[in-house]
């Protein structure tokens, strides 16, 4: 059974740093395109970033030049680190996998407050 687990989340300063990580089990994650989605209280789900099998990347508007994808295909992870963290940022943050199906995890809260 395929299973995407997040974890990193918690509670941060504004300016902080977070790194979110996506572990999948019973998937080769070097086969699929993975994403990092995120959704606030009262909006729409977003992609915030994406990562292809090629390492190709693409971020939202709202965190290019702060937050970074990475793949380690040989550790099955995926990961999200954020850095300068705004009060904005705060969401739940979802791990998605996209090949011959579509697999998301349970999410992981970041909230960004002083």
């Known amino acids: 059974q395929v299973q995407l687990v997040e974890s990193g989340g918690g509670l941060v300063q504004p300016g902080g740093s977070l790194r979110l990580s996506c572990a999948a089990s019973?998937?080769?994650?070097?086969?699929?395109?993975m994403h990092w989605y995120r959704q606030a209280p009262g909006k729409q789900r977003e992609l915030v970033a994406a990562?292809?099998?090629?390492?190709?990347?693409n971020y939202a508007d709202s965190v290019k030049g702060r937050f970074t994808i990475s793949r380690d295909n040989a550790k099955s992870t995926v990961y999200l680190q954020m850095n300068s963290l705004k009060p904005e940022d705060t969401a739940a943050y979802y791990c998605?996998?996209?090949?011959?199906?579509?697999?998301w995890g349970q999410g992981t809260q970041v909230t960004v407050s002083s």
């Open positions: 998605n996998a996209v090949w011959k199906g579509s697999y």
């Open positions: 019973d998937i080769i994650i070097s086969l699929y395109t």
């Open positions: 990562i292809t099998s090629g390492h190709n990347t």
